[in-house]
T-cell receptor, first 113, second 112 residues
């Protein structure tokens, strides 16, 4: 079974600074999706960014970008110019094409003003 | 657009009672999922469906049942509720192509 590991239970960042959240995954497949979801205290699951494994270019969405290392099975999220509204639980997730989404245990991000 | 709608949002059950969590989506998505999230933890897959009439077990299916009679609806049934089923339940759906899941707002269930 595929597994997703987030080794940082909690991270802190100063407002306006940059932070990187780590994620590794285990799979024998070559085609799949990777995601970062944000869960604020409202508990709503919000898609932050998505990466398709066949694309070599790292995905970016405004202040959010990923470092996708396919051979190393690593998928880290970089948040630039951190804002108070970025404080949340962040989940890394893996999906094979046409199948179910598997989540990591999550990383709590705290943003200090 | 309503998206994915879950009801109820909150419920307290007594041990041994049964209930159904309702999930409806209006995006004509084929794939639908039920996850549970225990406090401070990630989401674990209970059941999923790839289309009407087709369901399959996820990581933690014991104590639950599902059905998928229509594309829109994917109810989750809890039989003989146990304290271990105290959790927040999320329903989600997606198209076949994009992979992105659209989540409902969650249902908080407490079993006492």
């Amino acid at each position: 079974a595929q597994t997703v590991t987030q080794s940082q239970p909690e991270m802190s960042v100063q407002e306006a600074e940059t932070v990187t959240l780590s994620c590794t995954y285990d799979t024998s497949e070559s085609d799949y999706y990777l995601f970062w979801y944000k869960q604020p205290p409202s508990r709503q699951m919000i898609l932050v960014i998505r990466q398709e494994a066949y694309k070599q270019q790292n995905a970016t969405e405004n202040r959010f970008s990923v470092n996708f290392q396919k051979a190393a099975k690593s998928f880290s999220l970089k948040i630039s110019d951190s804002q108070l509204g970025d404080a949340a639980m962040y989940f890394c997730a893996y999906m094979e094409y046409g199948n179910k989404l598997v989540f990591g245990a999550g990383t709590i991000l705290r943003v200090k003003s | 657009n309503a998206g994915v709608t879950q009801t109820p949002k909150f419920r307290i059950l007594k041990i041994g009672q049964s209930m159904t969590l309702q999930c409806t989506q209006d995006m004509n998505h084929n794939y639908m999922y039920w996850y549970r999230q225990d406090p401070g933890m990630g989401l674990k897959l209970i059941y999923y469906s790839v289309g009407a009439g087709i369901t399959d077990k996820g990581e933690v299916p014991n104590g639950y049942n599902v059905s998928r009679s229509t594309t829109e609806d994917f109810p989750l049934r809890l039989e003989l509720a146990a304290p271990s089923q105290t959790s927040v339940y999320f329903c989600a759906s997606r198209t076949q192509n994009t992979g992105e899941l659209f989540f409902g707002e969650g249902s908080r269930l407490t079993v006492l």
